[in-house]
């Protein structure tokens, strides 16, 4: 049963992709929970980068999307310099806090 914030994926058999899908499209890329996720990807890591003694174990998954972005932007195109990588970083970092505000909007419990 779907509530008035929330439609499900009509004509989808019931299991996972019969999840409620949040409404409000703006809510999903700049809600709280995207913003913080984005925010814990990015801070910590662009922090040690600018003062190395501020690198903490906090950065890590940051720097695993830094790590694979220039890893894949090595194979495609070799011998650029590190800063162009920097642009990927902070778009991939997001995509991935968009997926997790996803997956908190979809799998959070409800307290109505």
Avoid: H, K, Q
Avoid at 19 to 29: K, W
Avoid at 46 to 67: D, F, K, Q
Avoid at 74 to 100: D, E, K, M, R
């Amino acid at each position: 049963m779907t509530g008035a914030g929330e439609e499900s994926v009509s004509g989808s058999p019931s299991g996972i992709l019969s999840l409620p899908i949040p409404i409000s499209f703006r809510r999903l890329l700049w809600g709280l929970p995207t913003l913080t996720a984005y925010a814990l990807l990015v801070v910590p890591f662009v922090a040690g980068v600018l003062e190395t003694s501020w690198m903490t174990p906090l950065a890590l998954p940051g720097y695993l999307v830094y790590v694979v972005g220039t890893a894949i932007g090595n194979t495609i195109s070799p011998g650029l310099s590190l800063w162009v990588y920097w642009g990927p970083f902070f778009v991939g970092c997001y995509g991935l806090a968009v997926g997790i505000g996803y997956g908190y909007a979809v799998f959070r419990p409800s307290t109505r």
